[in-house]
């Protein structure tokens, strides 16, 4: 069992940068692949991006590559998302989500993982 707590959301202005993280405990953070998903209100939660158990293989949904870069500190068993030049519409609350490193590609869906956090709010205001 791996138990998931993120933070860092808050109130941003359009442009600008803010690093959400999440902390995990339980399981062996380092065999678990992690990710960050999304929900705007009234949308359904989304795909933002991910990283192997490893470092080594990173996914970002399309309309983040070049803002967002997620990292993983095996030390600390805590994986982030930073995120730059933020647009209203990345506007939602974020959600941490972990699921057992397996031989296959990294899960771009939401039943790909079985773990997730409580979420955080990130406001961007234009």
């Known amino acids: 069992q791996v138990q998931l707590v993120e933070s860092g959301g808050g109130l941003v202005q359009a442009g600008g940068s803010l690093r959400v993280a999440c902390a995990a405990s339980g399981r062996t953070f380092s065999t678990y692949d992690m990710a960050w998903f999304r929900q705007a209100p009234g949308k359904e939660r989304e795909f933002v991006a991910a990283i192997s158990w490893n470092g080594g293989v990173t996914a970002y949904v399309n309309s983040v590559k070049g803002r967002f870069t997620i990292s993983t500190d095996n030390a600390s068993n805590s994986v982030s998302l930073q995120m730059n030049s933020l647009k209203s519409e990345d506007t939602a609350v974020y959600y941490c989500?972990?699921?057992?490193?397996?031989?296959?590609?990294?899960?771009?869906?939401?039943?790909?993982?079985?773990?997730w956090g409580q979420g955080t709010q990130v406001t961007v205001s234009s």
């Open positions: 989500a972990a699921r057992r490193a397996v031989f296959a590609p990294l899960a771009i869906s939401l039943e790909g993982y079985d773990y």
